[in-house]
T-cell receptor, first 116, second 115 residues
Framework: AQKITQTQPGMFVQEKEAVTLDCTYD???????LFWYKQPSSGEMIFLIY??????QNATEGRYSLNFQKARKSANLVISASQLGDSAMYFC?????????????FGTGTRLQVFP | EAGVAQSPRYKIIEKRQSVAFWCNPISGHATLYWYQQILGQGPKLLIQ????????DSQLPKDRFSAERLKGVDSTLKIQPAKLEDSAVYLC?????????????FGSGTQLSVL
């Protein structure tokens, strides 16, 4: 079974609008961390936001917020006031606590295109 | 603060040839990772080091891939011999330590094309 599922291969959004990128995860571990990374065409993975499984509040980082619904096992990324520079691939990822390696497992990504 | 450095940026080789990639993590980061990202897919972990010891290499094709991290700092990833399906971007990342809340810092990657 897929640990991280991103069902949207591509999304379009108009500049200044908000957009939600979906992510669902699968784990039986009560301790885990969820991450979102941005990968522009240059190739580097850029950390955006983190949510811990025990965090009571949704994480926010500037224009990024994470809509964490634990019971549904979803961790959607919300980008407010989209900018042209937000056009990139976005990856959801998870680290589990049971596995001593705590390896970061990625989804397949969503390509976001922001148009004027 | 300097980021994760990788070289070369691009590499083109023919199948059955050998290739090596180099990574220098962020200073003080104990954990180093090599990921393989095939076009259109998310990164897949190949190997994870804690200092100079291997923590996880379960997805490393050990018949052709090898990696080392001497002295717990720089790391090299080698492919010998390369196959067509090895064409991918090889990303190196580092983190201060292991843990579910530790974020990874990535380099710009090495894009490998095997012809």
């Amino acid at each position: 079974a897929q640990k991280i599922t991103q069902t949207q291969p591509g999304m379009f959004v108009q500049e200044k609008e908000a957009v939600t990128l979906d992510c669902t995860y699968d784990t039986s571990d009560p301790s885990y961390g969820l991450f979102w990374y941005k990968q522009p065409s240059s190739g580097e993975m850029i950390f955006l936001i983190y949510q811990g499984s025990y965090d009571q509040q949704n994480a926010t980082e500037g224009r990024y917020s994470l809509n964490f619904q634990k019971a549904r096992k979803s961790a959607n990324l919300v980008i407010s006031a989209s900018q042209l520079g937000d056009s990139a691939m976005y990856f959801c990822a998870m680290r589990e606590g049971l596995d001593n390696t705590d390896k970061l497992i990625f989804g397949t990504g969503t390509r976001l295109q922001v148009f004027p | 603060e300097a980021g994760v450095a990788q070289s070369p940026r691009y590499k083109i080789i023919e199948k059955r040839q050998s290739v090596a990639f180099w990574c220098n993590p962020i200073s003080g980061h104990a954990t180093l990772y090599w990921y393989q990202q095939i076009l259109g897919q998310g990164p897949k972990l190949l190997i994870q080091f804690q200092n100079n010891g291997v923590v996880d290499d379960s997805q490393l094709p050990k018949d052709r891939f090898s990696a080392e991290r001497l002295k717990g700092v720089d790391s090299t990833l080698k492919i010998q011999p390369a196959k067509l399906e090895d064409s991918a971007v090889y990303l190196c990342a580092s983190s201060f330590q292991q843990g579910t809340n530790e974020k990874l810092f990535f380099g710009s990657g090495t894009q490998l094309s095997v012809l």
